[in-house]
């Protein structure tokens, strides 16, 4: 019935980075000039296409346990800080000699300019500092950005461009070679020199926060219940927004007091739906990125957050399998063994036996194992995992968490990265809980996709441990204190958190971990800004030789002409072909009509049952009898996106109107989403 027939529907509704000084010399360069070449300068506002969801972000089974616990903490009692404690002295025993000289030579500065050149490339903004850079691929990569994103590349390429002119700057002559003078130079001495440097490496990593000046008392205003996350507007414009309006108190001292609780969250649902990470190509990928680091960047500037970035120099690969190897040598080696896998086979292995054995046991986490056995234990992973010659069976659950918190640490560098782990440190400085949110959105979104999912598998490891707290006694701030020296302590990154033990610091690391495992459902979706703006960075840049066409009111004059013969948008009820491409399955096309309220679960709902009226598809047969057909989704691809898996809740009409030029597929879902 399907094969290559058309068919007509219509659809029913259903139910790091330093704040760099301004130099003096205002340099020729600017994007605000550039900026005004374009046509226009997109708003990241998507109106219309958002309506109030009603669903808090908490991990919705594991927040409900954690509901039900009568024992949740609003602080970090004295056993979760001792066991913090424990932890960091822990990993300052085994490390060595060599990993400290390994760190002194990765935290050398970069030399001035060379922050600013590295972060304007990551940024994909490397043609406004080469010569032979367009005017038009500027005004591409420009045309996207907000005023407040655009003034944080600004800053950059001011201090880079600044940099430059000091570089290439002779230095001046020594007045000792012009007159021969006996006047001995007092030098300072060394221990005063070595003293002023560490006062400046100790500035390193910390940060000024206006909007703690500016928080209101929760005596006047009352402490809110939820937290309202709203993705539609660029971060740092939130941010620029709340500092406008806020009123600067006399004193600093009236600032929102956090008695520890964290709120639920309800996040606005989007007409478009909701895009994960994986639901972009690596195309879109890429630019989502670029721009995720443009809007942290402006962000930290707003929050005064200075944050240096690392350089890692390359180490040896050891010659284990396992323990020490970087992670996306692992992946990329495991993934000739089983295609599908996106984090390492033997991580897969030691949390599924953890979520078996180990999520009821009493002090999982907090009890450690025995050293010696841990110890044979790598040895006989690193020999037997491959081989199929090792089995967990006689695995103590204390020794294999004991395995993947050495695991994690031996990464040769951190799991959250050299360039980002000093910016995710800096949460913790962010006053207000919105923008701590904003934050880790951006960096989870900036971590490389074996780190991303790697942090993704852990994170939902840990949140099953807490919503076993009645069985395990592990709630949510002791997974945290104990977790958090792991992921934010890294011989490869010099660290201020192992300077004293003020109960402070142990609890504002413990609660970014907290935020990470507590919101992670929330921090692994891409703003809807964002998609905006990359969707607008797609238009631009297939037709960015337009703009500069000589014949350019022939231009006009033709796409005027189209534009008559297009359908109307807001038409009632428009046909859209979609395209089935099911393995061998079946192939060919249907057309649907849609309306406001029809969305991509019907189509697909619709598709399902005349596939199972097919009399040519034939699905496997279940033991019910009844028959099972291969998991689909609707994917968008072309006009302005590579390719984008449509969420189930996405308004169908909507997203017609926003991308007109784009295609319908139905396709198999890739093995990796099926969970195979």
């Keep these: 019935m399907m094969g290559r027939d058309r068919f007509v529907y219509t659809l029913a509704p259903s139910g790091l980075y330093s704040r760099p000084r301004r130099p003096r010399n205002q340099p020729s360069r600017t994007l605000f000039n550039l900026q005004s070449k374009s046509v226009t300068c997109t708003g990241v506002r998507v109106s219309g296409h958002t309506e109030m969801n009603v669903e808090p972000w908490a991990s919705s089974g594991d927040q409900a346990a954690a509901d039900r616990t009568p024992s949740s903490q609003e602080r ?64 591409v990569l420009l045309s996207t950005l907000t005023r407040t994103q655009a003034a944080a590349v600004q800053r950059r390429l001011d201090s880079y461009t600044c940099s430059l002119r000091k570089r290439n700057k002779p230095a001046p002559r020594d ?88 709120p639920k969250v309800i996040s606005p649902q989007c007409r478009l739906g909701v895009t994960r990470i994986q639901d972009l190509s690596q195309q879109d990928m890429k630019k989502v990125r670029q721009l995720a680091l443009i809007d942290m960047t402006a962000l930290c500037d707003l929050l005064e957050l200075e944050v240096k970035r690392h350089k890692t120099c ?17 992946v990329e080696n495991d993934q000739k063994i089983k295609a599908s896998t996106t984090i ?92 701590k949110l904003h934050m880790l959105n951006l960096l ?32 949510l701030w002791a997974v945290s204190t104990i977790m958090a020296p792991n992921l934010f302590l890294h011989k490869a990154v010099p660290s201020r958190l192992t300077e ?3 109960k402070g610091q142990a609890e504002r690391a413990a609660d970014v971990m907290r935020l990470l495992i507590r919101y992670q459902d929330l ?71 849609l309306n406001v309220n029809c969305r991509a679960s019907d189509l697909l709902a619709q598709f399902h049952q005349d596939l199972c009226r097919s009399d040519n598809s ?23 996106i590579g390719e984008h898996c449509l969420d189930p809740d996405a308004h169908l009409l909507d997203l017609y109107n926003s991308n007109p030029g784009g295609e319908w597929v139905i396709r198999l879902k890739p093995a990796a989403s099926r969970g195979l």
């Excluded at 007092?186 to 928080?215: F, H, V």
């Excluded at 040895?379 to 004991?402: H, I, R």
């Excluded at 699905?619 to 609707?634: F, K």
Aim: proline fraction near 5%; glycine fraction near 6%.
């Design 76 to 139: 970090p009692d004295k056993l979760c800080l001792d066991s913090f404690w424990s932890e960091v002295e822990n990993i300052q025993q085994g490390r060595t000699d060599s990993d400290q000289d390994s760190a002194r030579r990765d935290s050398k500065q970069s030399e001035e300019g060379e922050q600013e050149e590295q972060w304007l490339q990551d940024a994909g903004l490397s043609t406004l500092i080469r010569e032979g850079g367009e005017d038009v691929d500027k005004v």
């Design 175 to 262: 007045v000792r070679d012009i007159f021969a003078s006996p006047v001995a130079q007092t030098a300072l001495p060394e221990s005063r020199i070595s003293e002023e440097q560490a006062q400046q490496d100790g500035m390193e990593g910390t940060g000024k926060t206006p909007l703690a000046a500016i928080s209101v008392d929760p005596q006047q205003t009352g402490t809110p219940r939820e937290e309202i996350f709203n993705t539609d507007v660029a971060y740092c414009e939130q941010a620029a927004i709340l500092l406008k309006q806020a009123r600067l108190p006399q004193n600093g001292s009236c600032r929102r007091r956090d008695d520890g609780t964290l």
């Design 618 to 640: 034939k699905g496997q047969l279940r033991r019910n009898g009844s028959s099972s057909y291969p998991e689909c989704a609707i994917y968008e691809v072309g006009g302005n």
């Design 344 to 435: 390492p086979l033997f991580l897969q292995a030691l949390l599924s036996f953890l979520e078996k054995k180990g999520v009821d046991s009493e002090g999982i986490l907090r009890v450690p194992g025995s050293q010696i056995r841990i110890k044979l234990l790598q040895q006989k992973l690193e020999t037997t995992f491959y081989t199929g010659g090792f089995s967990w069976d006689e695995v103590s659950p204390n020794d294999a968490a004991a395995l993947l918190k050495k695991f994690i640490r031996e990464l040769p560098s951190p799991l959250l990265t050299a360039e980002h782990l000093n910016t995710f440190s800096a949460v913790r400085d962010v006053p207000e809980l919105k923008q």
């Design 444 to 475: 989870i979104l900036l971590l490389p996709e074996p780190n991303r999912n790697t942090l993704k598998a852990l994170l939902e490891f840990l949140s099953k441990v807490v919503s076993r707290e009645r069985r395990n006694r592990m709630n």
């Design 314 to 330: 390359k180490r040896k690969i050891p010659e284990s399998c396992l323990f020490g190897v970087p992670l996306a040598l692992l």
């Design 523 to 593: 921090l692994w979706r891409i703003p809807n800004f964002l998609m905006s703006q990359v969707r607008k960075l797609n238009e631009n840049s297939s037709r960015r030789y337009q703009f500069y066409d000589k014949r350019i009111k022939n231009l006009l004059r033709k796409i005027h002409t189209d534009s008559r013969d297009k359908p109307d948008k807001n038409s009632s009820e428009p046909c859209r072909t979609v395209k089935i491409q099911v393995g061998d399955i079946l192939s060919g096309s249907m057309e649907v009509h």
């Design 500 to 502: 004293g033990v003020e």
